[in-house]
């Protein structure tokens, strides 16, 4: 999918969090590198520390990763590729541990809510960390058979923990959709099926600015996946990323960019790159 000179990749979290799954499920060959926070992520690829980054931006569940909404509109790094990890909870304790000996409950601020049912059930004590991995860790150090995590399989095997349940999602297919970044943009080849191409634009201030912007797309054929606005100053949703199916070298894209123009200022291209399968399973 992408050039084998890459060397390392970077994610929010500590080992065996989620994004790190992502990472080496993705790319195998490469060196995984924890950033505390996404602003390390992302500058961890800026400043040249790391190759790519693994960066998750919605979840089935939760909804779009706020942090990562904002970051992403700066448009400093480019989208070479998309995955849609599995999210699969995982119920972490020491060994020997039952269900019923839990009285703490440590994970992330997203994570929690995504077992709400499992928790109530409990009727534990909920503590919320900056990822799930970080919170297997705390369990590990604190050496108290009372507290528990919610984190991936992977973060069992790091930290030696026991699955005590698995699965304790409170819905089946929760997804997160991770975008792989990169400082220099990597567009399929032209005649490449299914590409997505996402991509910044602010609206002009006249009426009805946003829906003239999009009719581009809608008469040349092609359909847009997503539409997030950014507030500006003045609280005016005046900025807008898209996800739009099509390459942008075609020529249905460029049509519908010239139309853009008319309604439309500071065009920025994040990337172009090839539509992850999970988008075409049977749902």
């Known amino acids: 999918m992408i050039s084998q000179k890459y060397k390392t990749i970077a994610f929010q979290g500590m080992h065996g969090a989620y994004s790190d799954m992502a990472c080496r499920t993705v790319f195998p060959d490469l060196t995984t590198i924890p950033c505390v926070t996404f602003y390390q992520a992302f500058n961890a690829v800026i400043e040249g520390r790391s190759d790519l980054a693994m960066i998750p931006v919605d979840n089935t569940i939760a909804g779009r990763v706020a942090d990562v909404h904002h970051l992403m509109s700066q448009g400093e790094l480019f989208i070479i590729g998309e995955y849609f990890q599995p999210v699969n ?60 995590a919610i984190a991936s399989t992977l973060a069992a095997e790091i930290y030696n923990l026991d699955i005590i349940e698995r699965d304790i999602e409170d819905q089946s297919r929760n997804t997160t959709r991770c975008l792989i970044l990169c400082k220099e943009p990597h567009f399929p080849d032209v005649n490449e099926p299914d590409v997505m191409t996402s991509l910044l634009f602010e609206v002009r201030n006249i009426p009805a600015a946003l829906y003239k912007a999009l009719g581009g797309f809608a008469t040349n054929g092609l359909s847009l996946t997503k539409l997030e606005s950014y507030v500006d100053a003045n609280f005016q949703a005046a900025r807008f990323l898209c996800d739009v199916e099509g390459h942008p070298e075609t020529d249905a894209f460029r049509n519908a960019i010239e139309e853009l123009g008319f309604y439309a200022k500071n065009i920025k291209m994040l990337g172009a790159y090839k539509a992850a399968p999970f988008r075409y399973q049977p749902k």
Request: glycine share 10%; proline share 3%.
């Open 89 to 148: 909870h995982m119920f972490l304790g020491l060994h020997g541990v039952k269900s019923g000996d839990i009285k703490h409950v440590h994970s992330h601020v997203h994570a929690l809510p995504q077992c709400r049912k499992f928790l109530r059930k409990l009727g534990v004590e909920a503590h919320v960390h900056d990822d799930t991995a970080g919170a297997a860790q705390e369990v590990v150090e604190r050496g108290d058979p009372s507290h528990a």
